[in-house]
């Protein structure tokens, strides 16, 4: 093996070991509804194993249903993740209500949709450039039912979205 095979083999050992900052969605909870579409609000808490900040390019959602996107978008610069410590990400997630009512076939007698919320955060790793931590988290959405719409409720909710 040449000197340049070995130069390699040792860097991408040393980067396969490298320790990255790991994710895990915390929290799920319906932030609001109204005429536009139902507002989730995902708070996601990211470790960061480094002695000094790491900028977030961007976070990217997709929530999926029956296997179909519902609502997907992205957060432009959301900031970055404190030193050698946990920071909490809010995530706002806006699901209009064409998507959700596409989903009648899911519903059933309890008023819920089962879904997927796919969360990729881009971070900006030295050395190493953009790296995107996956997260998925599976839950269940209760839908409002049309007596909400006309009870004169603000459509501001502290209703716990159910995990599976």
Sequence with gaps: ?????KAKNYVSDKIANVPVPEATVADVDLKGFGLDGITLLAKVSVSNPYGVPIPICQIAYAVKSNERVIASGTIPDPGSLKASDSTLLEVTVKVPHSA????????????DIDYCLE????????????FTIPISYKGEMKLPSVSDFFSGSSGETNEKVVTK
């Design 1 to 5: 093996m040449d000197l340049i095979e």
């Design 100 to 111: 959700a009512v596409s989903l009648v076939r899911d519903i059933g007698g309890d008023w």
């Design 119 to 130: 969360i990729g955060l881009i971070i900006d790793l030295p050395v190493v450039g953009n």
